[in-house]
């Protein structure tokens, strides 16, 4: 079974400068994609970034990056020179790679970005 | 909007109603699924449909809960004789068929979801 963990139910961070958030993951599957997604208040889920197990290279998006360690079974997210605007809930999700695939939600870190 | 929709986006019940939630996902994509999510938590899987088939309920948390999607665009989570235990956001999310793409993953576009509070 998949499972997803994430450690912080809150953090701070001061504007501008950059965050980690944590995620580490348990799956018996060879393969399988991360994903993390952001939830403002207005509730819907937007997508951030993905890794997939067999990248070779961290992802990186914008200000989004993960940190995927592969041995130690994490994919972190980076928030590089944090906006106010970065407020929000922050989900790591799991899925199979395959081309239809429920996803598995870890519960979220709530995000506070101050000024 | 080109985006997921959901409605009614908040909707209290008694307890005992039934309630039905209805999910417009973006035009041609061929999965739809359905989540929880509970207060503080991340969203849990329900269950999903690819088209009008339902290939997954593994996740409904009882034979009340019940979801069709006949034509194979709107779904509709129907949930009979509500709990309170069933409050909780209902999200709603769809992706396209990446078959034959080369593409490994598929994000899902998810929905605002619908708050249910049963009383």
């Given at each position: ?23 580490t ?8 994609g991360?994903?993390?997604y952001?939830?403002?208040s207005?509730g819907?889920?937007?997508?951030l ?5 067999y990248?070779?290279q961290n992802a990186?998006e914008?200000r ?7 041995a ?25 790679v395959?081309?239809f ?15 | 909007?080109?985006g ?9 019940a ?8 209805r ?6 994509h ?5 989540y929880q999510q ?7 899987f ?5 088209n009008?088939a ?17 034509e ?5 989570l ?25 593409a ?16």
């Amino acid at each position: 079974a998949q499972k997803i963990t994430q450690t912080q139910p809150g953090m701070f961070v001061q504007e501008k400068e950059a965050v980690t958030l944590d995620c580490t993951y348990d799956t018996s599957d060879p393969s399988y994609g991360l994903f993390w997604y952001k939830q403002p208040s207005s509730g819907e889920m937007i997508f951030l970034i993905y890794q997939g197990s067999y990248d070779q290279q961290n992802a990186t998006e914008g200000r989004y990056s993960l940190n995927f360690q592969k041995a130690r079974k994490s994919a972190n997210l980076v928030i590089s020179a944090s906006q106010l605007g970065d407020s929000a809930m922050y989900f790591c999700a799991m899925s199979g790679v395959y081309n239809f695939n429920k996803f598995y939600f870890g519960s979220g870190t709530k995000l506070n970005v101050k000024p | 909007g080109a985006g997921v929709s959901q409605s009614p986006r908040y909707k209290v019940a008694k307890r005992g109603q039934d309630v039905a939630l209805r999910c417009d996902p973006i035009s041609g994509h061929v999965s739809l699924f359905w989540y929880q999510q509970a207060l503080g938590q991340g969203p849990e899987f329900l269950t999903y449909f690819q088209n009008e088939a339902q290939l997954d309920k593994s996740g409904l948390p009882s034979d009340r809960f019940f979801a069709e999607r006949p034509e194979g665009s709107v779904s509709t989570l129907k949930i009979q004789r509500t709990q309170q235990e069933d409050s909780a956001v209902y999200l709603c999310a769809s992706s396209f068929d990446r078959t034959g793409s080369g593409a490994t993953y598929n994000e899902q576009f998810f929905g605002p979801g619908t708050r249910l509070t049963v009383l």
